[in-house]
């Protein structure tokens, strides 16, 4: 199991604000699904307060079980699909796949490529 996913998202014309309400809409699927989030931290942007602040357009998972892999898919298929022009690139132990316009048949592939030590997934990147 691969352990740790790190989920970079994006929306065509997107600015800051925008991202930023879109990473967390996906956050809330991905929990109201049962997905473990795990806390990104980035250096505030200038002229912002003190403190840390979640990086913008990124959330990090704990795929833990096949069942939570599956959950997180899942979540990601639905928010690509809630509308046109979205990316996503996830990360996990340095190999990465993007993604934009989901089919059933990357989905499942998607888990499978996550499931396993070394897998060929959708549009694999190394």
């Known amino acids: 199991m691969p352990g740790i996913a790190i989920t970079e998202i994006g929306e065509q014309y997107a600015d800051a604000a925008r991202t930023d309400e879109i990473c967390r809409r996906l956050r809330r699927e991905l929990g109201e699904r049962g997905v473990p989030l795990l806390p990104l931290e980035a250096a505030p942007p200038p002229g912002a307060k003190s403190g840390a602040a979640a990086a913008i357009g990124t959330i990090a998972t704990v795929l833990a079980s096949s069942s939570v892999t599956a959950a997180f898919v899942k979540g990601v298929f639905t928010w690509l699909a809630a509308r046109e022009g979205r990316t996503i690139k996830i990360t996990v132990n340095g190999r990465s796949v ?8 990357e989905e499942n592939r998607l888990i499978e490529w996550l499931t396993s030590d070394r897998g060929t997934g959708p549009g694999e990147h190394s």
């Open 98 to 105: 993007e993604l934009s316009h989901p089919t059933r048949e």
